[in-house]
């Protein structure tokens, strides 16, 4: 019996006969594929405009410089989150201060932002992470932006198609970012986008990935601004713009299966299960549970060949390229003991799906039924 995998990248031929365009064309680095990629994504997103980055933390990194936020400044960010999002921060010369988390969607507890914003006077932005495919609270940290005059830039790298009351992740307030990472919603190998309503954001974003040049997208030597190499190649957006057509229906299935899943484990008292508030549309970049015994249930299903994963067993302030870094963060502590990600991705049929589940069930007793097992 094979190994479930816990992401399997769908690469096929529409991406193959993309990228064999490409290379006959010539334009392999920066050029018309890119472009008709940041402007397909954008309007998926519901945005004006889309500057493609060479990566998820280039994104991240590249909305901070072009809306302003350098030395001096604070942005409020989550502690349970992979280090780009508050990598990012530092790499402006800005400093990451940490808001707890929401036990119950593991995302930026708008209370504690408040408290945090209130304790900080050189905050200029909160950057909030919708993890695991899960939107944070944003109308209250939308509210919260504005009634302190902050930027709000969103790390939306988990969550291609997520929206809150309607609207896609990423259009909400100054700019949003993505990564398109191979075990991503939808990939292009590395990448990222940053997508924004806001004309100048857009100009500056593009400009800092592209060696600061005062035409943008050009390659003279006309250099208006510091800026760094971070721009998309013509290959991987060629494999963005076929992702992108599939994107719906990969979600969907994600959905699909988490749906599945959750109804086969809903009678796990040991378990708590991904949530999904009524405002909200998770599209389930991770299937992640909470659980008291973590190593233990791991080691029971990769022993059935289930795999599993832990995003993220060590909060960002407690990494060690963190030393220095405080944070009153119970919730997140907590959380960060506690989840277990579970295979999920589209590539999984209603079978595989049952089997991660009686595994599961197995390890805690129970039949693939609900009904307790025999000693």
């Known amino acids: 019996?094979?190994?479930?995998?816990?992401?399997?990248?769908?690469?096929?031929?529409?991406?193959?006969?993309?990228i064999r365009e490409v290379l006959t064309g010539g334009r392999l680095a920066d050029g018309p594929v890119v472009r008709t990629f940041e402007r397909e994504f954008a309007d998926y997103c519901g945005v004006e405009r889309g500057v493609a980055t060479a990566n998820g933390?280039?994104?991240?990194?590249?909305?901070?410089?072009?809306?302003?936020?350098?030395?001096?400044?604070?942005?409020?960010?989550?502690?349970?989150?992979f280090v780009a999002s508050a990598n990012a921060v530092r790499l402006c010369g800005a400093r990451p201060v940490f808001a707890d988390i929401d036990a119950a969607t593991y995302t930026l507890d708008?209370?504690?932002?408040?408290?945090?914003?209130?304790?900080?006077?050189?905050?200029?932005?909160?950057?909030?992470?919708?993890?695991?495919?899960?939107?944070?609270e944003m109308g209250r940290l939308t509210e919260i932006a504005e009634e302190h005059d902050l930027a709000l830039i969103e790390d939306a790298a988990q969550a291609h198609g997520a929206t809150y009351e309607g609207t896609n992740v990423g259009a909400f307030g100054d700019a949003g970012c993505f990564s398109f990472y191979p075990t991503k919603?939808?990939?292009?190998?590395?990448?990222?986008?940053?997508?924004?309503?806001d004309q100048g954001v857009a100009d500056r974003a593009a400009r800092f990935v592209n060696h600061g040049r005062a035409d943008a997208a050009a390659h003279g030597y006309d250099h208006?601004?510091?800026?760094?190499?971070?721009?998309?190649?013509?290959?991987?957006?060629?494999?963005?713009?076929e992702q992108l057509r599939k994107l719906p229906a990969y979600n969907a299935r994600r959905r699909e299966n988490a749906a599945r899943l959750s109804a086969a484990l809903s009678d796990v008292p040991e378990l708590v299960l991904p949530t999904e508030p009524p405002e909200r549309r998770h599209v389930y970049h991770q299937y992640t549970?909470?659980?008291?015994?973590?190593a233990a249930l791991r080691d029971h299903l990769d022993e059935r060949g289930v795999d599993t994963a832990v995003y993220y067993p060590t909060l960002i302030p407690d990494q060690p390229a963190y030393d220095g870094y405080e944070a009153s963060v119970p919730t997140a502590r907590r959380i960060a003991d506690e989840v277990v990600s579970l295979p999920i991705h589209p590539g999984l049929v209603d079978e595989?799906?049952?089997?991660?589940?009686?595994?599961?069930?197995?390890h805690y007793g129970l039949s693939e039924t609900g009904v307790a097992a025999d000693d």
Do not use: K, W
């Not at 019996?1 to 993309?18: C, K, T, Y």
């Not at 708008?110 to 304790?119: F, H, I, N, Q």
């Open 224 to 241: 208006v601004s510091v800026g760094h190499n971070l721009r998309l190649t013509s290959l991987a957006a060629a494999i963005g713009v």
């Open 110 to 136: 708008p209370e504690a932002v408040e408290a945090v914003v209130a304790e900080n006077d050189d905050v200029a932005a909160i950057l909030p992470v919708h993890l695991y495919g899960l939107p944070a």
């Open 185 to 197: 919603n939808m990939t292009t190998g590395e990448g990222g986008m940053v997508v924004t309503d």
């Open 289 to 294: 549970v909470r659980c008291p015994d973590r």
């Open 352 to 362: 595989e799906i049952d089997r991660v589940a009686a595994a599961v069930r197995g």
């Open 1 to 18: 019996m094979s190994r479930i995998a816990i992401a399997d990248p769908d690469v096929g031929d529409r991406e193959l006969d993309r």
């Open 57 to 81: 933390t280039a994104a991240l990194q590249t909305a901070l410089e072009a809306v302003g936020i350098g030395e001096g400044d604070a942005v409020v960010t989550t502690p349970f989150s």
